[in-house]
């Protein structure tokens, strides 16, 4: 049973738009969560990490938010760029698991 | 800055051969993991060790799968006979410690399989 899970599947958005991914997850207890950026045939690579008291991060144009309430995570992309195309993972970690999201694979057109 | 070597980046092989891939993890990182990526999908845990010792293995197929870290310091993932449904990526990462922020993963570039 896949306890994270991720939406949408995948989307397209134009360059300078902005998006907003979401993962929910059931996954306890609850250690923190981070968001991975996996370029297409690249390993995934780690964006923010957050943990139970922090509601928002953000690296670059990249802001993470967590509402650990209603178990419920999103990534936004702020002015999209040609290179934010990738697939973006969410993955929860108790102490003894990470569990990984199916991913969210965003394409950026210009 | 320092990186999870990984090798092959590709192979192609035929069922019921053999295969064998490499991972060196960052300097100083204790816990070493194998996942395994099917296209569209997220890693898949095949195996965990922390230094020499496997701490998680259930989800390896342990039929046809073999995993080893004689040193605690690199490892070798092997697959004997390769099925068509073995064709993945295969991803190594590495971690300072097993929990918390400590667990943070550094994954290298992966591993293509191609299995005719």
């Not at chain 1, 995934?44 to 993470?64: C, D, H, Q, W």
């Not at chain 2, 095949?46 to 490892?75: H, T, W």
Request: hydrophobic fraction near 30%; aromatic fraction near 10%; glycine fraction near 6%.
């Amino acid at each position: 049973k896949n306890q994270v899970e991720q939406s949408p599947q995948s989307l397209i958005i134009l360059e300078g738009k902005n998006c907003t991914l979401q993962c929910n997850y059931t996954v306890s207890p609850f250690s923190n969560l981070r968001w991975y950026k996996q370029d297409t045939g690249r390993g995934p690579v780690s964006l923010t990490i957050m943990t139970f008291s922090e509601n928002t991060k953000s690296n670059g144009r990249y802001t993470a938010t967590l509402d650990a309430d209603t178990k419920q995570s999103s990534l936004h992309i702020t002015a999209s760029q040609l290179s934010d195309s990738a697939s973006y993972i969410c993955v929860v970690t108790n102490d003894y698991k990470l569990s990984f999201g199916a991913g969210t694979t965003v394409t950026v057109r210009a | 800055e320092a990186e999870v070597a990984q090798s092959p980046r590709y192979k192609i092989t035929e069922k019921s051969q053999a295969v064998a891939f490499w991972c060196d993890p960052i300097s100083g990182h204790a816990t070493l993991y194998w996942y395994r990526q099917i296209l569209g999908q997220g890693p898949e845990l095949l195996v965990q060790f922390q230094d020499e010792s496997v701490v998680d293995d259930s989800q390896l197929p342990k039929d046809r799968f073999s995993a080893e870290r004689l040193k605690g310091v690199d490892s070798t993932l092997k697959i004997q006979p390769a099925e068509l449904g073995d064709s993945a990526m295969y991803l190594c990462a590495s971690s300072l410690g097993p929990s918390g922020y400590s667990r943070e993963l550094f994954f290298g570039e992966g591993s293509r399989l191609t299995v005719l």
